[in-house]
């Protein structure tokens, strides 16, 4: 069992930037692979980055790449997401997920993740 909880969201302005923390309980969070995702209103939930068990591999969606920054630290059970250069269009609710696994993987697809936590609201005003 991993129980995940976001923090860090918020109302910034365009260019701005911004950090996301992913806290997780349990011992299984260095074994999980892991990624964001995130929802705009209206919208369906779509990636946004992935890392490996490992920190072997990264993925990230081609609207963020160069901007975002996926990261991990086993030791205090802990997934980030720094984002900047932020655009009116990043604005969602972003949501963190697990999924333990004897593999290193990239794991695109929210089917593919057992665990999640309950969102974090970034705005972005132009």
């Known amino acids: 069992q991993v129980q995940l909880g976001e923090t860090g969201g918020g109302l910034v302005q365009a260019g701005d930037s911004l950090s996301l923390s992913c806290a997780a309980s349990?011992?299984?969070?260095?074994?999980?692979?892991l990624g964001w995702f995130r929802q705009a209103p209206g919208k369906e939930r779509e990636f946004v980055a992935a890392?490996?068990?490992?920190?072997?591999?990264?993925r990230y969606a081609d609207s963020v790449k160069g901007r975002f920054i996926i990261s991990r630290d086993n030791a205090k059970n802990t997934l980030f997401l720094q984002m900047n250069s932020l655009k009116p269009e990043d604005t969602a609710v972003y949501y963190c997920?697990?999924?333990?696994?004897?593999?290193?993987?990239?794991?695109?697809?929210?089917?593919?993740?057992?665990?999640w936590g309950r969102g974090t609201q970034v705005t972005v005003s132009s």
């Open positions: 997920a697990a999924q333990p696994s004897d593999r290193a993987r990239v794991l695109l697809h929210q089917y593919e993740y057992n665990y």
């Open positions: 349990g011992s299984a969070f260095s074994r999980c692979n």
């Open positions: 890392i490996s068990r490992g920190n072997l591999f990264t």
